[in-house]
């Protein structure tokens, strides 16, 4: 606790006190108040989004050569600032007519999904595929995500962009 001690001097010139404050209970107050946050803190779980991962096969046949389609298929590429393309189109027939643009306002990508998956010659090998290009931000790729599962599709990939849809997204964009 806190002390005075009265110190004399010969002479009896001048008396000087020395305080001396202990700080023990101090301490104790402060790890008091760490314990009583630290019991009474809602700690927050983080949100983590579910991956549809294929379940692992215990007889594994050898790998079949399925060639999706292009009606089969719709591909997505995310673009900078916010912007979302898709076509449905392979490397011969991709124009700037056929690299369409959405946006994630509304549920325009599950209706763009739903529809070609109606179209679709055979619906079983449907495919959704996500191209996040360098400048898309992390935001737009779980929105797409979020977006799949509204749409109730399991089926989808997520690849790096081809050189021949880079050409002709960098038209668009330009």
Known sequence: MAEVIAQEKQGGKQKKKLIRVDMTPMVDLGF????????TTNFTKPNVMDLGLPAKDHHPNPPTNTVIGDKN????????????????SNEKDLNTTNLKETDFSGIKISKIISEAYKNAPVPENFTVIVKPTDEANYKNFVDMLDNLAIAKKERYGVTDIKPWETKIYKELVQ
């Open 73 to 88: 298929q719709v591909t997505f590429i995310l673009g900078k600032d916010n912007r979302v393309f898709y076509h449905q």
């Open 32 to 39: 008091l108040l760490i314990t009583f946050f630290m019991f």
